[in-house]
């Protein structure tokens, strides 16, 4: 089998409810938000996303796909819970449109913690292609301009503070500024924290 140059890196944000309706299981949320420092070191620049929409566009197009991106539960893949209809950057942050699947025991489940307050945080699962970030040596931070995005979760705990839901409705309704030490060393400091 061989190695994938790529590795799955998290970033989470907080949310909360704005609104309720039960029928669908729709939310929506900002996943990321602009020029903002996460406990991870990372800054997710405005135009991260916008390959990674335009191809998940297309999959769906070409009938691939019935969603842009999966939700999953906790980061979990083998517990999916719905996906996402909708991605688009704003002048704030990626705000993401999707559905909860309520025909699922995890998924009721899920949406009944989220509308309690009970899971209030976000999260998106990514990662960069080459040249996607660049690292200032001077900050110690990463300055993110493109994400290859994985997939998108409620979770318990959140790296990010500033990405909130919107409501929840019905359906009716690596770098060549880095050398290889600091690329390791910033990427266990990530694991230890996550």
């Known amino acids: ?41 990372d800054i ?4 991260s996303f916008k390959r990674t929409i335009q191809n998940s566009k297309a999959r769906v197009q070409a009938g691939k796909a019935k969603f842009l991106s ?11 819970i719905g996906g996402w209809h909708s991605l688009e950057e704003d002048s704030h942050g990626l705000l993401c449109k999707g559905q909860i699947v309520l025909g699922t025991q995890l998924g009721r489940e899920t949406y009944e913690l989220i509308k309690a307050g009970v899971i209030n945080e976000f999260s998106i699962g990514f990662d960069l292609p080459r040249g996607g970030s660049t690292y200032d040596k001077e900050t110690g931070l990463r300055n993110i301009t493109e994400i290859r995005l994985w997939e998108i979760s409620p979770v318990t705990f ?6 909130l839901l919107v409501g929840v409705k019905s359906a009716k309704a690596k770098e060549k500024d880095m050398d290889k030490t600091t690329e390791d060393a910033m990427l266990a400091k990530s694991i230890q924290e996550y």
Request: aromatic residues 12%; glycine residues 6%.
């Open 158 to 163: 959140a790296m990010q503070s500033e990405a």
């Open 1 to 41: 089998m061989t190695k994938s140059p790529y590795q799955i890196k998290r970033r989470t944000f907080s949310f909360s409810v704005k609104a309720i309706d039960d029928e669908q299981g729709l939310i929506e949320a900002y996943g990321s938000v602009f020029d903002v420092a996460d406990y991870g070191d």
């Open 44 to 47: 997710v620049k405005p135009g």
């Open 70 to 80: 999966v939700m999953l539960y906790q980061h979990n893949p083998d517990l999916p």
